[in-house]
Every structure is written in structure tokens, then in C-alpha cells.
């Protein structure tokens, strides 16, 4: 009898489908609270990114605030709090990988500003 030489490259391949059915999702919105003011709103978003691959979080909080700012119109002085996680297993097991707070250009800043 002889042995299937492919038999140990199933595992392989069944984590490399994993991994690009994970990649394959774009990012997904699990939480957020808007907090507003006359002069002021800030957002609060859960985000789950869907990627074992490295991550440009300034790009990605640029390309989501964009989206965001498109679909939900425009408030006075917003800044946003993004807090990202690499895939929905992260999330449920409480790990974040980043947490970014930038202003309604989707530029990163260091503290909220009147």
C-alpha cells in the first residue's frame, strides 16, 4: 500500500482558506456611541479588522472615517476613538491590538480639541 503524499498538506491548505476567508472581510463595525455637544462629538467605535496580516491603522482610520463621514453626514468637531481588534476571536477573548483617536480628516491626534 502506498502513502498519500498529499495527506499532510490538507491541514495546510484548509488554514490557508482560513486565513484568506478571514482577509477577505472588510472591516466590521461592532459597537459605537456618539456623545454630542453643541461645539463638540465625539464617536466611539468598536472595530473588528478581519486580518492576520499587518496592519496600516493610520490608513485604515483614514479609509473608515471617510466611509463614515460620507454615510453619516457632517457634526460639529468630531473626533473619533476607534478601537481595533484583528479578528472577531480577538474581540470575544477581550484582545485589542490598537486604539487610535483621530479627528474627522481621519488624521491621528494625541487628545481631543475645542
Request: charged share 25%.
Amino acid at each position: 500500500m502506498k502513502k498519500k503524499k498529499w495527506l499532510p498538506v490538507i491541514p495546510m491548505i484548509i488554514l490557508l482558506l482560513i486565513i484568506c476567508m478571514e482577509e477577505a472581510k472588510p472591516y466590521e463595525v461592532l459597537s459605537s456611541t456618539i456623545e454630542s455637544s453643541p461645539n463638540l462629538t465625539e464617536n466611539e467605535i468598536t472595530l473588528v479588522v478581519h486580518s492576520l496580516l499587518p496592519i496600516d491603522t493610520d490608513e485604515l482610520a483614514k479609509e473608515f472615517i471617510e466611509n463614515y463621514m460620507r454615510l453619516n453626514g457632517d457634526r460639529p468637531n468630531q473626533y473619533f476613538e476607534l478601537e481595533l481588534y484583528r479578528t472577531s476571536l480577538h474581540y470575544k477573548s477581550g484582545k485589542i491590538y490598537d486604539t487610535i483617536l483621530c479627528n474627522e480628516k481621519g488624521e491621528r491626534v494625541s487628545e481631543v480639541l475645542f
